[in-house]
């Protein structure tokens, strides 16, 4: 299969992950869709390496690897702060700083 | 076309249509404990794609840090913020017209821009060169010395401050002291 194939199957997964970042209303949904995104990212960098034929792509792709898990970890410790001061961790019923 | 390439086409397009409909069950499931199954489904057939552009070390990766941590740990924190008991989380969504509308036209901005310049792109064959695992240490422990040594304090940083972030109540004091001071004020609590 060619590269194009690889970079459409990435940027559908990356809309994919853009529909849900806007519709979901669970911070954990929110979540889940950057994650989408992030892994669409990594296919574009892993495809990208092989096309080259170098491996600073996978280098690449495995640092961006261990950054989203890092981020995942703080974001669902800050996903579990607010659900204990508010009860709830639906994204608009978090307004406060609405101007 | 001969037999290899046709079976490598059948797999990749298996793989995409597998990978494109566990994304959209992903973002359009209303209980999210599915959705974040789906995720898993999605991350699995992330590795395939891997192990077919001859990344076999990114694919374990894959498979080990997303598919066994984050989907572990994003159920964990389903779990935690749930008041209903069960595993039916609602997961309702809003405004889905808009949002489809403008995911569609990123897409299409995306493939376009794609395939406008596909004749730009390297055309090497994807799975000529296998990347060992051998290479890519070699090349964290000497080219990229400082940047692994960085991510090792982002990790750290990370641990400790989702530890901080999610401990109970005592935020941003140490807990001996607390306690101290509550058996203090009230003696009749530890009866």
């Given at each position: 299969m060619s590269l194009v194939g690889y970079l459409l199957l990435a940027a559908a997964l990356f809309c994919i992950g853009i529909y849900g970042l806007l519709t979901r209303r669970n911070a954990i949904g929110i979540l889940l869709s950057v994650e989408l995104m992030a892994n669409a990212v990594n296919i574009n960098l892993v495809a990208f390496a092989a096309a080259h034929g170098d491996h600073l792509g996978q280098v690449f792709a495995l640092f961006s690897t261990a950054i989203t898990v890092a981020e995942v970890a703080v974001g669902l410790a800050l996903v579990i702060l607010v659900f204990r001061s508010r009860r709830s961790v639906l994204v608009d019923e978090l307004g406060e700083l609405k101007g | 076309m001969n037999e290899a390439d046709w079976v490598a086409q059948l797999g990749f397009a298996l793989v995409g249509v597998g990978l494109v409909f566990s994304a959209t069950r992903v973002v359009t499931s209303d209980n999210l404990v599915r959705s974040v199954l789906w995720l898993a489904v999605t991350l699995c057939a992330t590795a395939v794609l891997f192990l077919m552009l001859s990344a076999p070390f990114m694919a374990s990766i894959q498979l080990m840090?997303?598919?066994?941590g984050v989907i572990t740990l994003m159920l964990f924190g389903v779990m935690l913020t749930n008041r209903e008991a069960g595993v039916v989380v609602a997961n309702e969504r809003n405004s889905p017209k808009r949002a489809a509308a403008l995911a569609i036209s990123v897409f299409a901005v995306f493939a376009a821009a794609i395939i406008g310049s596909r004749d730009a792109l390297p055309t090497r064959p994807l799975d000529a060169t296998a990347v060992t695992t051998a290479v890519l240490g070699q090349s964290f422990l000497t080219d990229h010395l400082l940047a692994f040594e960085v991510l090792s304090v982002l990790l750290l940083a990370a641990m400790i401050g989702a530890v901080v972030l999610a401990r109970r109540r005592d935020f941003g004091e140490p807990s001996g002291r607390r306690v101290k001071k509550k058996t203090a004020a009230d003696p009749g609590a530890e009866a």
């Open positions: - | 840090l997303y598919t066994g």
